[in-house]
């Protein structure tokens, strides 16, 4: 099969599309259009830029390369993470930089090498994406679970202090927030899951269909990326918030000042 | 059973208690009294090492540390003000406190439970009841209904009759003097002074 390739012009005129979204957010005051516009052009900037360094990447398919690049995607998913939560940065930089790079290592590996059984598994080919994906999907579940399990903890810290107070451990007392932090944060990914295929196609079997795979491999090749996005990000989620207390409490178990500001 | 010795409390710069001794002996139904914001509350979480300190607490003689506070804990019941708990049913809450200590075991349990219920005026179906369905003052009663399954000597209990109309409040004194004559030692944070006046000391944190 052939992808047809889209002309920059028809790529402009597709854009177009964006004035219905930006039109009824104007309409209804929301207060977003700047950040529709801005949250637009920085898209385009970043996929171009994209399309030129996974040029390179390819062309030079260097495992130490694909392994540096993958450091920077961490470092930047980080960032993002910090920046999008209302934790300090001195309680979650490292728990986040670890738990990211464990958990996309150990379920990226295992899927490249076990699953794929690639005899490299730094081909840049399934290197980049399969860690571009899974890091991207941890970040938004590490945003959503970081910052229910810390929010929930402050305004219900009377519960923490009832069931610590009450002679239970630390995590013990702390099982509540983590339960709602990681139903919070994979609710959405389990009812996607459910329906996946019936009411909605995923990016990834898209994507690959119209590169010209064929619809049995990519779907093949979809359920895996649910697996090990959803495995991943447990993981991190777990060894973020797990790595956070040592900073968020003190010897006693108290709470100590972790929101920013 | 509790010994505090020259005992500081601040929070930053502002200093809430300063130099505070006391000594209660076992068995004994303590009420802290004093204005808002002079420090009963900080005072009483300090007891199990819940709010930082300068000086010596004790219990039972074993000073409250960071080594000590986990097993001083175990064997403590603490109730803070404006508790929620997360679940739908009031059973919810009662597995919940169930978990934190030794229970009576089996059938004994449920008696003890229904028992206790009925000696705070609340009828046993009430278990089955959503959280939204009851009251803040109906949710007090319940988890001292469920701590009093417990095997824990110490209590301290922090506003334990501010959501309760009179013949409530009357209800709970009559409970906590029944677990005092069993041996436990209660000390509650109270602004109610009619509660005050029927425990067996006042301990008033202005003075």
Redesign the interface.
């Known amino acids: 099969m052939h992808t047809i390739d889209i002309s920059y012009t028809s790529l402009a005129v597709g854009l177009f599309l964006l004035l219905i979204p930006a039109y009824y957010i104007w309409r209804y005051q929301t207060g977003l259009l700047r950040g529709i516009c801005v949250g637009a052009l920085r898209m385009i900037a970043q996929m171009l830029f994209i399309g030129v360094y996974l040029r390179y990447l390819f062309q030079w398919d260097n495992p130490w390369v694909n392994c540096l690049w993958v450091l920077v995607m961490v470092v930047i998913a980080t960032e993002t993470a910090l920046s999008r939560t209302g934790i300090k940065r001195s309680v979650l930089m490292v728990p986040l930089i670890v738990g990211f790079i464990v958990s996309s290592l150990l379920v990226g590996m295992y899927f490249l090498g076990i699953v794929l059984q690639l005899d490299n598994v730094f081909s840049a080919q399934y290197f980049i994406p399969i860690f571009g994906i899974l890091l991207g999907n941890m970040l938004s579940v590490n945003v959503i679970a970081v910052d229910s399990f810390y929010s929930n903890l402050l305004r219900?810290q009377?519960?923490y202090?009832?069931?610590?107070?009450?002679?239970?451990?630390r995590s013990e007392s702390l099982q509540?927030f983590m339960?709602?932090a990681i139903a919070k944060a994979f609710s959405p990914a389990i009812a996607n899951m459910a329906v996946m295929g019936l009411v909605a196609l995923p990016g990834t079997m898209i994507g690959q269909i119209l590169g010209g795979s064929s619809p049995n491999v990519a779907i093949k090749y979809q359920i895996m990326i649910v697996v090990i996005t959803m495995s991943a990000s447990m993981l991190s989620l777990i060894i973020s918030i797990w790595l956070s207390q040592r900073k968020a409490f003190?010897?006693?178990?108290?709470i100590r000042q972790v929101a920013k500001g | 059973m509790l010994s505090v010795k020259d005992v500081s409390i601040s929070f930053g710069k502002e200093s809430v208690i300063r130099h505070f001794s006391c000594h209660i002996s076992p068995a004994e139904l303590i009420c802290l009294t004093g204005k808002s914001g002079c420090g009963k509350s900080s005072l009483l979480r300090a007891f199990i090492g819940l709010t930082p300190f300068n000086g010596e607490i004790c219990v039972q003689g074993i000073p409250v540390n960071e080594r000590s506070c986990e097993s001083i804990r175990r064997n403590t019941a603490y109730l803070p003000q404006d508790l929620s708990f997360p679940g739908e049913l009031v059973s919810d809450i009662i597995s919940q406190i169930k978990r934190l200590g030794r229970v009576v075991a089996g059938e004994r349990a449920e008696q003890a439970l229904i028992k206790n219920l009925a000696l705070l005026g609340l009828e046993d179906d009430i278990v089955h009841k959503r959280m939204s369905e009851i009251s803040g003052g109906q949710r007090q009663r319940i988890i001292l209904a469920a701590i009093a399954l417990l095997d824990k000597d110490l209590w301290l209990l922090d506003e334990p009759t501010s959501a309760l109309d009179c013949a409530s409040r009357n209800l709970v004194l009559h409970f906590l003097r029944i677990q005092q004559q069993e041996g436990r030692t209660i000390v509650a944070v109270t602004h109610d002074k009619e509660f005050a006046e029927q425990c067996s000391r006042v301990i008033n944190l202005d003075t």
Do not use: V
Not at chain 1, 161 to 169: Q, T, W
Not at chain 1, 250 to 254: C, N
């Open positions: 219900e009377n519960l202090y009832f069931l610590l107070g009450n002679g239970a451990s509540p339960r709602m003190d010897g006693y178990g108290r």
